[in-house]
C-alpha cells in the first residue's frame, strides 16, 4: 500500500504541473495502480487537505503540490525523483507569495558589484528595517548534509557583501531614506536540511517559510544579522 501510494502521489504531481484538473483514471493509469484502489487512496489524500476531488476530478494549487512533494518523500519516494516534478518557477513564487503576504517587497535575480566582484542573491524581501537575503536550494542529492552548510557560508558572504555596499545602492535596493537596516541571510531549501541553522542563520524548508518570516523579527538578536547605520 505504501508504494501505491508514493507512485500515486507522483502521478499527481507529473500530471498537475500545469495546474489543469486531472481525472482518476490519469492517475490510476499513470501510476499503475488499480482505479478502485487509486480512487481509495485519492480519496484519503483529499481528507488531508493534499488534493481536492469533486465527482472524479482533482485539481491541486501550488501548496498542495509541494505538500505532495514532501509526503511523497516522506513516504519514501526518492527526493531527486521528486523534485524534478517540482519547477523552479512554482518553488520561486511560492517563496515570492509568502514574502509579499507577510509585508515584505521582494527582489529577484538581484546582481550588484562589492570590491570588483558580481554578484547575485536569488531573492531580496525588504521590510524595515529587515533585509532578507535568500539562496533558493530547489534540491540535488546529498544536498541536505555538508552541501548545505557551504551553502550557508556562501550566502553569509554573499549578504555581507550586499550590506556593505548597500550604502551606494540604496535605491536600487529599496531602502531609500532607512537610518540603518538588518540583513538577514538565509537559505530556503525544498526540504529540510539536516540541519535547522549552521552559523547562527536558518536553512528554513519552504513550507516553513511563512513562519520564519512571522518571527524574524523577534528572534532578530539570536541570528546572523548584518548591522549597517546609514546615518551622516
Request: hydrophobic residues 45%; glycine residues 4%.
Amino acid at each position: 500500500m505504501e508504494c501505491a501510494k508514493r507512485e500515486i502521489l507522483l502521478a499527481v504531481l507529473k500530471e498537475t504541473v500545469d495546474l489543469n484538473p486531472i481525472r482518476i483514471e490519469d492517475v490510476s493509469g499513470a501510476a499503475h495502480v488499480p482505479r478502485d484502489m487509486a480512487k481509495n487512496i485519492l480519496r484519503e489524500f483529499s481528507k488531508d487537505g493534499l488534493l481536492k476531488i469533486d465527482d472524479g476530478t482533482i485539481t491541486v494549487n501550488g501548496v498542495q503540490r509541494l505538500k505532495i512533494a514532501l509526503k511523497a518523500a516522506e513516504l519514501g519516494s526518492d527526493v531527486e525523483r521528486v523534485a524534478r516534478l517540482l519547477t523552479w518557477v512554482e518553488f520561486e513564487k511560492f517563496s515570492r507569495v509568502s514574502f509579499e503576504e507577510n509585508g515584505f517587497a521582494v527582489k529577484t535575480n538581484f546582481r550588484f558589484t562589492w570590491l570588483k566582484k558580481r554578484w547575485e542573491i536569488d531573492l531580496i524581501g525588504i521590510k524595515k528595517p529587515l533585509v532578507i537575503s535568500v539562496d533558493c536550494k530547489h534540491w540535488r542529492r546529498k544536498w541536505s548534509g555538508a552541501a548545505s552548510l557551504r551553502a550557508v557560508e556562501k550566502q553569509i558572504e554573499r549578504t555581507r557583501s550586499l550590506a556593505e555596499a548597500s550604502r551606494y545602492l540604496m535605491g536600487d535596493i529599496g531602502i531609500r531614506g532607512w537610518r540603518y537596516a538588518f540583513f538577514v541571510p538565509a537559505v530556503l531549501s525544498l526540504f529540510p536540511s539536516q540541519y535547522k541553522f549552521h552559523e547562527r542563520t536558518p536553512i528554513v524548508p519552504i513550507l516553513s517559510l511563512n513562519d520564519f518570516l512571522q518571527n524574524v523579527i523577534v528572534y532578530l538578536n539570536d541570528i546572523l544579522r548584518f548591522y549597517i547605520s546609514y546615518d551622516a
